[in-house]
């Protein structure tokens, strides 16, 4: 049986929280319509502000083509809620200092989550917009009956009781990425295009270099800055 992306949108329709993450395939070519609004998870949404999304890309699930449509949005992708997410880096000055980081690299947000203001979600808000930054929000706001329980696709099956995870503990669709690509997550089967090999957590095939000898004088690891309010913070900065 085809897979139908159609059923993933997630649904609130009580309260100040109303929204609807719409997928809507037509032949090779998906299109994901929603507010921005991360409801129906459990996040504060007092500064969010509602967006007009409408995303259509190629559709490639099962697909191993070499040449994806190219991204010339900042967003890289969208989750069945409707939130979008961006790269965990940029080129911002620190909030408490007037400090760019060296040619070629940014700060690594997601280590200077107070100073980003980066939530418990690993999301930010800019502009009113609330996007992901890491995959945390799936144990953190995610892990609750009335997100799992507005789609069919989530509530049907579990893997004990994780409605985000196959009988078979294969991670569900969680959202796609621009290049046309569905997002899973964090758990598949250990050869990937064999379901019988069993399920273990994937793991990412980035890997931190053992020494950081490529790293501009005074932005090594164990480099540190100190901001405007007297706080010494360690350098974190990685490849743009």
Not at 208 to 219: A, F, P, Q, T, Y
Request: proline residues 5%; neutral net charge.
């Amino acid at each position: 049986m085809t897979f139908d992306p159609s059923g993933l949108g997630l649904i609130s329709t009580t309260g100040i929280g109303r929204s609807e993450t719409v997928f809507l395939k037509n032949k090779n070519f998906l299109t994901v319509v929603g507010d921005g609004y991360p409801v129906p998870a459990r996040t504060d949404t007092s500064n969010i502000e509602k967006q007009n999304y409408n995303y259509s890309f190629l559709y490639r699930a099962g697909d191993n083509s070499q040449y994806p449509q190219a991204n010339t949005d900042e967003a890289i992708g969208i989750f069945v809620n409707g939130v979008v997410f961006k790269q965990s880096f940029g080129t911002k000055k620190f909030p408490k200092l007037s400090k760019l980081p060296p040619v070629n690299l940014t700060f690594n947000k997601i280590n200077f989550p107070d100073i980003f203001n980066i939530d418990v979600d690993g999301a930010s808000i800019a502009a009113g917009e609330y996007h992901y930054r890491t995959g945390s929000f799936l144990n953190n706001s995610w892990n609750y009956p009335n997100v799992w329980g507005s789609r069919l696709y989530y509530s049907e099956t579990s893997f004990q009781g994780d409605h985000y995870r196959h009988p078979d503990g294969h991670s569900k669709i969680l959202g796609f990425c621009f290049d046309g690509y569905p997002i899973y997550g964090p758990y598949g089967y250990t050869t990937g295009t064999d379901s019988f090999s069993g399920v273990e957590q994937i793991r990412s095939s980035y890997r931190k270099k053992l020494g950081d000898s490529h790293r501009n004088i005074n932005w090594k690891y164990t480099d540190t800055i100190t901001l405007s309010d007297g706080e010494a913070v360690v350098l974190s900065a990685v490849p743009s």
